[in-house]
């Protein structure tokens, strides 16, 4: 959804919401109990308070986006939430304890719900703009990339390195491997390291050494720590 003035914009985003969803999950999926709940650092969420925001922003910035579309006005009243809201900030301490499959499961049922809200916002819907308390004036299209898919995104960067930094394995523990070749068709790259953090160290330095990657996306790192799996 890298412009949404192409056509069918409601279905470019509705799938890259599922993508990114299935991509949040299948950082999680592998985990065990212990590094889901545990927060690898003081002052940081644990992988399981994540998925709980996640659970909760989803659908209410589609539900947002699809209210800011419906307007027929001059695009300055308001719309949204800033990152200090209470029912924010709620919506993770109420759930910090729920079971991991309760919430996975709950996160299928909001995305499904959420991609057929972005599924019927009309083409013209996407260029409506409104008010943000801190970024201003912004369209349809904005909300949707910025506070849904980017945010997405991020989020599943940092529930998959909160499972990582929770699996340092002790010296004699079993080994990480990441086969690149699934990812990258053709490639019969192996990478092999002491821990999580270590085999996605070397997979960013293969990727720019022998595939031309100088960049690695948030959702990318996701996905190559998805399929790092114990030898």
């Not at 299935?22 to 999680?28: T, V």
């Not at 910035?61 to 695009?75: L, N, P, T």
């Not at 490639?187 to 720019?208: F, L, N, P, Y």
Request: aromatic content about 4%.
């Amino acid at each position: 959804m890298s412009q949404l003035a192409d056509a069918a914009p409601g279905e470019a985003a509705a799938n890259e919401l599922e993508r990114l969803s299935r991509e949040l999950l299948a950082a999680l999926a592998p985990a065990r109990d212990d590094e889901r709940y545990t927060a690898p650092e003081s002052g940081s969420w644990s992988a399981i308070e994540v998925l709980a925001h996640a659970v909760e922003f989803v659908p209410y910035w589609a539900e947002q986006a699809a209210g800011v579309s419906a307007r027929d006005d001059g695009g300055d009243r308001p719309f949204g939430r800033t990152h200090d809201d209470p029912a924010r900030i709620a919506a993770v301490r109420e759930h910090t304890k729920d079971r991991y499959e309760a919430l996975a499961l709950r996160l299928d049922e909001v995305v499904r719900s959420s991609a057929s809200t972005l599924r019927a916002i009309p083409r013209e819907g996407w260029t409506r703009t409104a008010v943000h308390a801190r970024r201003g004036s912004m369209s349809v299209e904005q909300i949707v990339r910025q506070f849904l898919l980017d945010h997405l995104t991020e989020h599943t960067a940092q529930a998959a390195a909160a499972v990582a930094r929770n699996d340092q394995p002790a010296e004699g523990d079993v080994t990480k491997v990441f086969h690149c070749g699934e990812l990258k068709e053709g490639c019969a790259e192996v990478i092999r390291g002491s821990s999580t953090e270590d085999v996605v160290a070397q997979a960013k330095r293969h990727a720019e050494k022998e595939h031309g990657h100088t960049e690695h996306p948030a959702d990318k790192v996701a996905q190559v720590i998805a399929r790092i799996r114990d030898e």
